[in-house]
């Protein structure tokens, strides 16, 4: 990449996009060490391009809110439109990431040729669904001609302040053990990809059981259900952290959890991204789509040779055949049973952790 001293990358969707889009930013920092790397994301999304060592400057895009529409688009390229980049990256496959990258006359624009806005790019690479979505977005490099890439995982890096304020919880609620945590991730907007919290109390007390404490992680829309999970469990070993934590900070305590177990869910993502075990379980959705976990040690739990599975690449709210025989067949035990042998994998390969 001669002659590139600014990149712009856009990529404005959910969190879990935007953590697999890190090792996009990473590689091509390597690539070119002296070259600088803003990110245009969603606000939500924005701290977790914080302290990246990879990353000049994030910009948060309200495309819901205030940059709403083709008044807001304008008003982004208004404000950005002094930074003279010359290499846009476009993973989000929108019309408007196109029209930015466009508008902003950046003269070399890459994007995917399922966007919607691929008449405005300089050059398209194919969207491959046999990739993995890390995979995916690094293949974007083919248009400037690199056609080789290494394992990268992403990575995410809590400040100081989100350390003190994970400690400061963890006292405040009293864990007797933080060296011995396990968190669960129970929430997701979609209800056929999330386990039966019955199964998530269930497996809790079955950890408790061994020694372990427990953690429940999400964001504010997930307090009620972890709040119930808590209840189902009658353990006082599981602590609800849901809402309470700010995506970095959620970081950090899943960076001190021995493992987590998730649903399809961004908390997945997030613990690939400190180098946490993962044990996903998948519902309606398939890691065949390109979202699993991919850590060293992470394990997938799936219920196999469903004709009706998968039933969209989302999930829904409802089961389409009303049977959600994808989930129900997926006992605790089964779980427990993977979580325990991904520990032992750990502690096998990497005792120090």
Not at 9 to 20: S, V
Not at 199 to 213: I, K
Not at 299 to 319: F, M, N, Q
Request: proline letters at 5%; charged letters at 25%.
């Amino acid at each position: 990449m001669k002659n590139v001293e600014n990149i712009l990358i856009i990529q404005t969707a959910f969190i879990g996009d935007a953590i697999l889009t890190l090792p996009l930013i990473q590689f091509v920092k390597r690539l070119s060490p002296r070259c600088q790397v803003d990110v245009v994301v969603a606000p939500r999304t924005k701290e977790l391009f914080a302290n990246h060592p990879s990353i000049r400057e994030a910009i948060a895009y309200d495309k819901r809110g205030i940059d709403r529409g083709i008044r807001g688009l304008l008003r982004m390229v208004k404000r950005m439109r002094n930074r003279r980049y010359d290499l846009a990256l476009v993973p989000h496959r929108s019309l408007r990431s196109a029209s930015l990258a466009w508008m902003l006359r950046i003269p070399h624009r890459i994007g995917f040729d399922k966007s919607g806005g691929k008449f405005l790019l300089t050059a398209t690479v194919k969207y491959r669904k046999d990739l993995h979505e890390i995979e995916r977005n690094l293949s974007l490099l083919l248009g400037v001609g690199i056609e080789s890439f290494p394992k990268e995982l992403p990575h995410v890096y809590p400040s100081t302040q989100d350390q003190k304020r994970v400690n400061k919880l963890l006292i405040e609620m009293e864990v007797g053990h933080p060296e011995n945590l396990i968190a669960l991730a129970p929430g997701t907007i979609w209800n056929t990809k999330r386990w039966l919290k019955e199964r998530f109390a269930s497996l809790a007390v079955q950890l408790d059981d061994e020694g372990f404490e427990i953690v429940l992680v999400g964001g504010t829309e997930d307090e009620k259900l972890c709040e119930e999970i808590l209840k189902l469990s009658g353990s006082s070993k599981v602590y609800n952290t849901a809402g309470k934590f700010s995506l970095l900070q959620s970081a950090e305590l899943l960076r001190r959890s021995r493992a987590l177990v998730s649903n399809d869910s961004a908390p997945m993502h997030l613990a690939v991204a400190v180098g946490t075990p993962v044990v996903a379980i998948f519902g309606a959705t398939v890691p065949e789509f390109g979202f699993g976990p991919v850590g060293p040690f992470d394990a997938v739990v799936e219920t196999r040779g469903l004709k009706c599975r998968p039933c969209s690449i989302h999930g829904g709210d409802k089961c389409p055949i009303k049977t959600f025989e994808c989930m129900d067949a997926i006992s605790y035990e089964r779980v427990f049973t993977t979580v325990m042998r991904v520990l032992e994998q750990v502690r096998i390969n990497n005792p120090s952790r």
